[in-house]
C-alpha cells in the first residue's frame, strides 16, 4: 500500500495513477467516490445539507470504480464528475461524517486483496495508516491553480485562471479546517514538491522511493 496526499492540483491522482501502472499495482482514486456521490446527490436534488438524506442516497448507490472509470447505475460519469459545479459542491460530502464513514470503508474494501497506490487527503492519516509508503505531494497554489485551469480549458470548460485560484485557496483553507479528517501530512509521510517538476520526474522520484534500486 502506498498513499498519496495532497491538495487539489497538486498532480497526486495521475501520479498515483501513472505510478500503480509502474509498479503493476491497483490505483484508488478516492476523490471519484465523492464526486460520484455528489453527482448523484445534484442529480437527485437531495439537500446537501441533510446528514441523513445524503447517507441514505449513498447506501444506495450503484457505484463502482473499474481501472479508468467511474461508474453509476451502469452510466460512465467519468467525464461528468470532473464538473466544475461537481467540484464546487463534493464539500457537501467531504464534510458529512456518515457518508465519509461509508466511503472509508469502500476504500478499505477495494484494497484488501492488491496492493494499491490511493490518493486523496485522508489516505496516509485515517484511511491507511498502517501503509508501506506514504507521501504528501504538494506544489505552489500558483503551480496548482495553472494546473487545474489548464484541465478545465482542455475539456471546454469556461474559467479563468484568477477564479480557479480563488476556488482552490478556499478549498485549500476548507479541507485543512475540516474538523472530520482535515488535510495534513501523515506524521510519517515524506512531502514531495512537485514545481517545476514534470509528471514522469514525479513518478520516477516516487517509484525510486517505494522501489529503491539494489
Given at each position: 500500500?502506498?498513499t498519496?496526499?495532497?491538495?487539489?492540483?497538486?498532480?497526486?491522482?495521475?501520479?498515483?495513477?501513472?505510478?500503480?501502472?509502474?509498479?503493476?499495482?491497483?490505483f484508488?482514486?478516492?476523490?471519484?467516490?465523492?464526486?460520484?456521490?455528489?453527482?448523484a446527490?445534484?442529480?437527485?436534488?437531495?439537500?446537501?445539507?441533510?446528514?441523513?438524506?445524503?447517507?441514505?442516497?449513498?447506501?444506495?448507490?450503484?457505484?463502482?470504480?473499474?481501472?479508468g472509470?467511474?461508474l453509476?447505475?451502469?452510466?460512465?460519469?467519468?467525464?461528468?464528475?470532473?464538473?466544475?459545479?461537481?467540484?464546487?459542491?463534493?464539500?457537501?460530502?467531504?464534510?458529512?461524517?456518515?457518508?465519509r464513514?461509508?466511503?472509508?470503508?469502500?476504500?478499505?474494501?477495494?484494497?484488501?486483496s492488491d496492493?494499491?497506490?490511493?490518493?486523496?487527503?485522508d489516505?496516509?492519516?485515517?484511511?491507511?495508516?498502517?501503509?508501506?509508503?506514504?507521501?504528501?505531494?504538494?506544489?505552489?497554489?500558483?503551480?496548482?491553480?495553472?494546473?487545474?485551469h489548464?484541465?478545465?480549458?482542455?475539456?471546454?470548460q469556461?474559467?479563468t485562471?484568477?477564479?480557479?485560484?480563488a476556488?482552490?485557496?478556499?478549498?485549500?483553507?476548507?479541507?485543512?479546517?475540516?474538523?472530520?479528517?482535515?488535510?495534513?501530512?501523515a506524521?510519517?509521510?515524506?512531502?514531495?514538491?512537485?514545481?517545476?517538476?514534470?509528471?514522469?520526474?514525479?513518478?520516477?522520484?516516487?517509484?525510486?522511493?517505494?522501489?529503491p534500486?539494489?
Amino acid at each position: 500500500m502506498v498513499t498519496i496526499d495532497g491538495p487539489a492540483g497538486a498532480g497526486k491522482s495521475t501520479v498515483a495513477r501513472l505510478l500503480a501502472d509502474r509498479l503493476g499495482w491497483r490505483f484508488l482514486d478516492t476523490g471519484a467516490m465523492y464526486r460520484v456521490v455528489t453527482l448523484a446527490a445534484l442529480r437527485e436534488g437531495v439537500d446537501l445539507e441533510d446528514a441523513g438524506a445524503l447517507d441514505r442516497l449513498a447506501a444506495g448507490l450503484d457505484a463502482s470504480f473499474p481501472p479508468g472509470l467511474a461508474l453509476l447505475g451502469g452510466e460512465d460519469v467519468s467525464a461528468a464528475i470532473r464538473d466544475v459545479a461537481v467540484t464546487r459542491f463534493s464539500r457537501f460530502i467531504a464534510d458529512c461524517a456518515p457518508v465519509r464513514a461509508r466511503l472509508v470503508g469502500w476504500q478499505r474494501a477495494f484494497a484488501e486483496s492488491d496492493d494499491v497506490v490511493t490518493e486523496g487527503r485522508d489516505q496516509g492519516t485515517i484511511v491507511f495508516p498502517d501503509a508501506y509508503r506514504k507521501f504528501f505531494v504538494t506544489a505552489s497554489d500558483h503551480e496548482r491553480a495553472r494546473r487545474r485551469h489548464r484541465e478545465l480549458v482542455a475539456r471546454g470548460q469556461d474559467a479563468t485562471l484568477e477564479a480557479v485560484l480563488a476556488d482552490q485557496r478556499a478549498r485549500d483553507a476548507r479541507d485543512a479546517g475540516r474538523a472530520i479528517a482535515p488535510m495534513r501530512a501523515a506524521d510519517d509521510a515524506e512531502t514531495v514538491d512537485t514545481t517545476g517538476l514534470s509528471i514522469e520526474d514525479v513518478v520516477e522520484l516516487l517509484h525510486r522511493k517505494v522501489r529503491p534500486a539494489p
